[in-house]
């Protein structure tokens, strides 16, 4: 494509005069050119988060072997390994193709919980992953919910299923509690509190057009 500064007009054959003016044309950039392939960046960054795998392997087999040739009191190259799976597992959840951010977002801070619990198990399992950690990342995701919802104030509607799976979520710590496996539960009464106050909130808030989009997700008429 090429301008013709005189006429202010853009040719977009492979004229080398303006055909009005007959002066010379300037070439620019092609309209084409303007916008980033999209395909192309995907590609590098598959590329990288496969270079980055391989990497971390290597870290992680090189930790290992020096973690039990001068092993002392524990393996601390397994909780290295654990770091380096979860950004792996980050980086190819965050890029994904075909999920929308919130799906992705669930499945990041599941994963990472999940991995801070094994890192306690390795560590002996004192309890303080699921005492304080879950029900400590239940509210963080509440409240990231709440900071979602005044960003996307227009579709504000379309988080009432999230929220809804907060409180299921926010149920976890008390089975667990039962099971024995988590022991304080203060932080977990915050998080279950948190979880249906702020759902009711928007129910209230919502009003019709919160009762109406729990119609249409369940198919009630």
Same mark, same amino acid.
């Given at each position: 494509?090429?301008?013709?500064?005189?006429?202010?007009?853009?040719?977009?054959?492979?004229?080398?005069?303006?055909?009005?003016?007959? +002066?010379?044309?300037?070439?620019?950039? %092609? !309209?084409?050119? *303007?916008?980033?392939?999209?395909? &192309?960046? /995907?590609?590098? $960054?598959?590329?990288?988060?496969?270079?980055?795998?391989?990497?971390?392997?290597?870290?992680?087999?090189?930790?290992?072997?020096?973690?039990?040739?001068?092993?002392?009191?524990?393996?601390?190259?397994?909780?290295?390994?654990?770091?380096?799976?979860?950004?792996?597992?980050?980086?190819?959840?965050?890029?994904?193709?075909?999920?929308?951010?919130?799906?992705?977002?669930?499945?990041?801070?599941?994963?990472?919980?999940?991995?801070?619990?094994?890192?306690?198990?390795?560590?002996?399992?004192?309890?303080? +992953?699921?005492?304080?950690?879950?029900? %400590? !990342?239940?509210? *963080?995701?509440?409240?990231?919910? &709440?900071? /979602?919802?005044? $960003?996307?104030?227009?579709?504000?509607?379309?988080?009432?299923?999230?929220?809804?799976?907060?409180?299921?979520?926010?149920?976890?710590?008390?089975?667990?509690?039962?099971?024995?496996?988590?022991?304080?539960?203060?932080?977990?009464?915050?998080?279950?509190?948190?979880?249906?106050?702020?759902?009711?909130?928007?129910?209230?808030?919502?009003?019709?057009?919160?009762?109406?989009?729990?119609?249409?997700?369940?198919?009630?008429?």
């Amino acid at each position: 494509m090429s301008k013709c500064n005189q006429c202010n007009i853009e040719v977009k054959d492979n004229s080398a005069v303006c055909p009005l003016c007959q +002066s010379v044309l300037d070439k620019t950039e %092609s !309209a084409e050119n *303007l916008y980033p392939n999209v395909r &192309v960046i /995907a590609k590098r $960054i598959d590329l990288m988060i496969r270079v980055y795998a391989f990497a971390a392997i290597v870290v992680e087999t090189f930790l290992a072997y020096f973690n039990y040739r001068t092993y002392e009191t524990s393996y601390w190259s397994v909780l290295v390994g654990v770091v380096l799976f979860y950004v792996f597992i980050a980086l190819r959840v965050t890029f994904k193709e075909g999920y929308e951010y919130r799906t992705k977002s669930i499945m990041l801070v599941t994963i990472g919980v999940l991995c801070i619990v094994l890192i306690d198990l390795l560590t002996g399992f004192r309890g303080w +992953s699921l005492n304080y950690v879950l029900p %400590s !990342a239940i509210i *963080l995701f509440n409240t990231g919910i &709440v900071v /979602a919802m005044f $960003i996307n104030i227009r579709n504000w509607q379309s988080y009432m299923m999230i929220e809804l799976f907060t409180i299921l979520w926010s149920i976890l710590p008390f089975i667990l509690n039962r099971m024995g496996l988590l022991t304080k539960m203060n932080v977990s009464h915050v998080a279950l509190g948190y979880s249906v106050l702020l759902f009711l909130g928007t129910i209230i808030i919502g009003g019709k057009r919160a009762s109406d989009e729990l119609k249409r997700r369940f198919h009630v008429r």
